[in-house]
């Protein structure tokens, strides 16, 4: 087993309540939170089922997981686990380093402690456990400061974890990434698409796959 992280796949969430029509619009209780819609579901599921083939192919027997501490974010999770062999995981940790941007023009306060999962009015199906890698969280963010705090978030991860690393999270993180990793891509950051980066120990990622969403009906 490589003692260091060698693959790492970034999953962005399914598709949010507040990105869809009224009716799934007026179920949101906590307005920063937003549930998964129906369509989010279905391409969380879907995303599972296809990243679960790439374990088989690739003879990929254990991976450990991380999420952003978002509704979305644990929702997506567990679609996901429902398509995965129930030995390729041990548990999902919860890291709020690689949640959403904080943008003064987004929220108007710091909001990660109010989100369901803090707030207990959501509680995962799956064992869980809380990861913190030590890393500033201030706001209101900027987008150049967002950027550093996920990607030293990202770095400190490959410090403490090897093999392979499936990332939960949203789209500014992903670009956090991909900038860090010189790979720009002018793509927007789809519901549901899976980008996958190999690592050789000490050396830059190398792209798989990235955005992609060929998976999803």
Known sequence: MNNFVNKVILLRHGERADDAEEIEKNKIVIKFDPHLTELGHLQSKQSGNELQKYFKINNINKITIITSPYLRCLQTVNELLSCFDENLYDKVFICRGFGECLMGTWFDKNITNEVHYYKGSYIPEYPVEDIDFNVPMEYPEEEQSFFSRFQANYLEMKKQFSGVVL????????????????????????????????????????YEVRNYVDHLI
């Open 167 to 206: 990332i939960i999270t949203h789209s500014y993180g992903i670009h956090a990434i991909n900038m860090l990793e010189k790979s720009l891509d002018e793509k927007q950051v789809k519901f549901c698409s899976i980008s996958i980066v190999n690592y050789q120990e000490q050396e830059k990622g190398v």
